[in-house]
């Protein structure tokens, strides 16, 4: 019969919170192995004759708890090799432990008998100390692996095995993240026993006292201050739901997918202007008010009962994932042409064989994309497949000839369509020199469109502090003003 590992919880406090069983148990074992020293149970049970032996050493060997509970798991697992082993951990062996999950882990894979005797946990004791109920909804998390979106500012959050100074001023800059810097916060130390000391004070002098240890908890009280929630998703994701429902907007109310075409638009060029004035509070007020159009878009769906803003992160997280196999997956890339190798290969695979056979390279270009994009995605997926100039030079002499044919059709006195059209043939020949840079056309036209309407309200400026009109002033006078206003770097 193989020999098993007995694990037993302390409790949170002293010898008073030890269940009488865990008790006798440990009055009449020959050696404990523990993993900490540092438990006021202990104290006492060594004053009346119980032997420990403590990894404490272990946690001076490595930079990272993870590899402390490897050792610690793997070290208890040899020793139950050749007898039977009694484990002591602070509190109960199913909070907060992590040497127990890795020994339940460990011992199913090797056929080892595991028991886990009770131990009282802390956090009784803690809701007590701190007077809260939690039916409204807590959250429990580890101290030395405190991630900001793990915490929900609306519930209780209890932040466990804070042990020193080092961990609590982690876990202070990852609140901070989320929080004010005076949020009242509470250190909770020994909850429920005859040293508990519970010590509120503000967020940014959380890693200030001196009293940590083991035994030291974080006690965060959920925000009731809306305007601290501002900057939760899901506090955004409300305001768009109550602007849709009964009692919110008008406006909000009768706007549907067709209605908001144009908007979405006008915030995207909006965006583009902030980045090109490298104006970082207008890009991220702009960045809002396309999200805006995304949230709009997304409530409506939920209100048709057609999808949610769930399912397009659903959609988008999956994407991303799927078409970045060298960073989620085993696929190396050299550069990023080979990143968008891979890209179009994957999203062509996502359309099924079936459709490559039937579709055309072309399909996939949105139609409701300004002219000049679709004249150069056209190109680019031309070009993919062998139909393009071998040289920019040859582009240029196509522009001069489609130039030629425009100049042509003018002077022939040709109908408004024929000139319409060698007019685009030239718009499109420009377009593929711009493909050739390396140049977004409707990124440079934009950019131009603004430089122009920079310089002629410059002029605009000029002419209305002498008083004058446009109608008033030569060409020559005007070409002055923009030639200043081009000297001014407008």
Known sequence: MSN???????????????????YKQLKTCGKIYTRTMDHPVIDELQQEGVQFE????????????????????DTIIR??????????????PMVAEMTVQLLIEKTAKQ????????????????????????????????????????????????????????IASEVKLTLMEKYPDDYQVALVTAAGSSAEEVIWLPLYELDRQAK?????????????????????????????????????????????????????????????????????????SELGDVLLQVLLHAQIGEDEGMFTIDDVVQELSEKMIRRHP??????????????????????LEEKGEAALQTESLLADVEKSLPQLLIAYEYQKRAAKVGFDWDEVESAWEKVNEEIQEFQAEIKKGSSKAEIRAEYGDVLFALVNIARFHNIYPEEALHATNMKFARRFQYIEKCLQEQGLTFDQCKLEQLDRYWDEAKSKGM
């Open 4 to 22: 098993k590992i007995i694990v037993m919880g302390l409790g949170a406090g002293d010898l008073d919170q030890l269940p009488y069983g865990i």
């Open 54 to 73: 403590s990894f404490d050493a272990v946690y001076e060997k490595y930079d990272t708890f993870e590899e402390v509970y490897e050792e610690i798991s």
């Open 79 to 92: 020793l139950a090799e050749s007898s039977d082993v009694v484990y002591t951990v602070p509190g109960h």
């Open 111 to 166: 056929q080892i008998e595991l028991s886990i005797e009770g131990g009282q946990s802390f956090l009784d004791a803690l809701f007590q100390a701190v007077k809260i109920d939690p039916i409204d909804g807590f959250q429990l998390l580890d101290g030395t692996a405190l991630n900001r979106d793990s915490l929900q500012m609306k519930q209780h959050i209890i932040i466990g095995q804070v042990y020193d100074g080092y």
């Open 212 to 284: 940590l240890s083991n035994l030291t908890s974080v006690y965060v009280p959920p925000v009731t201050n809306e305007e601290l929630l501002q900057k939760e998703f899901f506090k955004l994701r409300n305001i768009i739901a109550e602007l849709r429902g009964p009692n919110g907007c008008p406006w909000d109310q009768k706007q549907t997918h067709e209605s908001l075409k144009k908007y979405v638009l006008e915030e995207a060029y909006e965006l583009i202007d902030a980045i090109d004035e490298d104006d970082t509070d207008g890009i991220i």
């Open 326 to 347: 060298h960073v989620f997956g085993d696929t190396h890339v050299e550069n990023e042409d080979e990143v968008l190798v891979n890209w179009n290969k994957i999203k």
